[in-house]
């Protein structure tokens, strides 16, 4: 923009900002409720949280959990998955997607609110509606409920913790998260990063000492030790195959030597830590409140673990497209760019493939918009160092006069103090 008027973005993310009519409101709404209730009817509702709850009633019956191979977190979710175990299946099938509903909205909340965008507007009802009627990951995970939701609500809602200078508290949320699913073990990094060792405890010392609590009333908790961690290591066996999205999984099956797809992957991997360690260390150029770096750098840090865990499904992009896409209210963003909407076109509901990319193949169209939105994000954190974020203001938001987040490094002469 050369002074001349608001660009086309900058006066679409301003219609988009202002107050969603009713109409909105209930057709989003609607979609919601539309796709809970619909995944609650068919006949596969619920198979990746049956194994939690099976564990649950394994513990119960005073059999430990991790005799079913299947079951592949830590003895803190065992615990936490024995009210799901008391509940009638009538009624866990009616509450299980409205639940993973709920985890993906609060999710989707505290981007917003990280990004001061009201949750009224446009863009928060309306894209929250489109979200749900395309995206097919985010309808898979409504149906399998998969505790992925978990991670995908705690992270934003970490971040802005963080961003109000909440350290501790956004780490107890990631303790709890790890507790749940150890996913978010990655987003240990950004606590270190921004030196800040009170919430790195907590986020250690939470699914560490609920672990310890659940292995105490369990019989045989090594197994998770001697049979669960070597078979989750090796990237479990075929019947999570077809649906492995990650580089290791997928190159080999497009001809590609096992040897050289892990080095890839690996390298994939280093090249995206070492963008977050960038992007981090870039924040002397951004002129806003320090939310797009954390939001960047911590999404960066989760798609480097992506590229490298085994197996990596596809709804694990949900852990970071709730704070990409409200990022798009910043200018310079990756949601301004085309190709990050080009990137997600291979996950998007209702777009005709040809039928070797369906059923077993699934993969190779998830592996696309891994790899294509980690590159993305890695281009944006490698980009200049004089990247020019601007402000947005809606209605309602308090002007800001500083920095909100304490991780924002200061200029002292010609060095940058931390």
Known sequence: MKGDGPSSGDRLVDWLLRPAPRAWRAVSLAVLLGVAVSMGLRANWGSDNAFVVKAADSLLSGVSPYEDKRFLYLPSAVVMAVPEALLPTGLLRWVLPVGMTG??????????????????????????????????????????????????????????????????????????????????????????????????TAAVLVPLGMSLAGALVMP??????????????????????????????????????????????????????????????????????????????????????FLVSRPSFDHYLLVVLPLLLASGVRAGSMPRSPWFWAALVPQMAGVPWPSELTAKRRAFRDFTALCGVAALSARRCWGPRGVKVEVVRTAGSPPRTEPECTATPVQTGSRTAF
């Open 103 to 200: 985890l993906v909205g609060l999710g989707w909340w505290a981007a917003l609110k990280l990004f001061s965008v009201p949750v009224r507007s446009r863009f928060a009802v309306g894209g929250l509606g489109l979200f749900a009627l395309l995206y097919k990951p985010y309808q898979n995970l409504v149906l399998i409920g998969n505790w992925t939701a978990v991670s995908a609500a705690a992270l934003p809602v970490a971040l802005l913790l963080a961003h109000r200078r909440r350290w501790g508290a956004a780490g107890l949320v990631v303790g709890l998260a790890i507790a749940c699913k150890p996913m978010l073990v990655p987003v240990a990094l950004l606590f270190v990063l921004a030196r800040q060792w009170r919430g790195l």
């Open 220 to 305: 045989r908790p090594m197994l998770f030790f001697t049979k669960t961690l070597p078979f989750l290591l090796q990237g479990q066996d075929a019947y999570a195959l077809p649906w492995d999205a990650s580089p290791i999984a997928v190159l080999p099956r497009l001809g590609v030597a096992g040897p050289v797809a892990v080095v890839l992957a690996f390298g994939g991997a280093s090249v995206a830590l070492w963008g977050a360690w960038r992007r981090w260390r870039r924040a002397a150029q951004d002129t806003d409140g320090g939310e797009l770096r954390l939001a960047e750098t911590a999404c960066m840090v989760m798609l480097a673990a």
